[in-house]
């Protein structure tokens, strides 16, 4: 069964530095989302890719955020200078279409960043 | 504002029990209910996706219900096993804002021996 794949699985980087966070969703399919969940805290959405523009981003997703994909199987989320309320789990996901909200999203395994 | 609220925040039972669980949502305008299951550190996987048009939708031993009159859903999971122990978040949807999922903070279950 096809499934979104994320990688690294565990990041660990300094305050200030910059981290790329990659993922490959699944091959047929259009939309892209990354979410995140801080430690114990509910799944909250970032942003939303289509057709290589971004559809929707939230609050969240300030200028220190940017999202790319950079060939035709790679998905990937960078954060320009980290701090330390960006240690979370990072989350993408991707659906075969926007479709009214019912297309299924489905996600990745997550990638765990801290930042120390 | 748009929120999703979960009840029990989390729960124990014993293998081969039932139980429900239950949300409760002030998302507007409404587009779709979903159900989750995610393991510890892992990414939710979906169990049941529900519109306004329906009120009821199972999945072999999970079955979700949907009151959109009243913005209530649960969800019982039959015959508990201990692969069940896991976060069950609710998911809702918006109209127009069809990418941007609005999650609640989940129900922790645990399923003992």
């Known amino acids: 069964e096809p499934e979104v794949t994320q990688t690294p699985s565990h990041q660990v980087t300094q305050m200030g530095q910059e981290v790329i966070l990659r993922c490959v969703p699944i091959s047929n399919h259009l939309y892209f989302y990354w979410y995140r969940q801080i430690l114990g805290q509910k799944v909250e959405f970032l942003v939303s890719?289509?057709?290589?523009?971004?559809?929707?981003k939230s609050e969240i997703f300030d200028d220190q955020f940017s999202v790319e994909r950079p060939d035709g199987s790679n998905f990937t989320l960078k954060i320009r200078s980290t701090k330390l309320e960006d240690s979370a789990m990072y989350f993408c996901?991707?659906?075969?279409?926007?479709?009214?909200?019912?297309?299924?999203?489905?996600f990745g395994p997550g990638t765990r960043l801290t930042v120390t | 504002k748009n929120q999703v609220e979960q009840s029990p925040q989390s729960l124990i039972i014993l293998e081969g029990k039932n139980c429900t669980l239950q949300?409760?949502?002030?998302?507007?305008?409404?587009?779709?209910l979903r159900w989750y299951k995610q393991d510890t550190g892992r990414g939710p996987v979906s169990l049941t996706i529900?519109?306004?048009?329906?009120n009821t939708k199972s999945n072999g031993r999970y079955t979700a219900t949907l009151d959109a009159d009243t913005k209530q859903s649960s969800l019982h999971i039959t015959a508990s096993q201990l692969s069940d122990s896991a976060s069950y978040i609710c998911?809702?949807?918006?109209?127009?804002?069809?990418?941007?999922?609005?999650f609640g903070t989940g129900t922790r279950l645990q399923v003992t021996l």
């Open positions: 998911v809702v949807s918006r109209t127009g804002t069809a990418s941007k999922l609005t």
């Open positions: 949300c409760n949502y002030t998302v507007s305008p409404f587009s779709n």
């Open positions: 890719f289509y057709n290589n523009e971004i559809s929707e």
């Open positions: 529900m519109t306004f048009s329906e």
């Open positions: 996901a991707s659906s075969e279409s926007r479709g009214a909200g019912r297309y299924e999203q489905y």
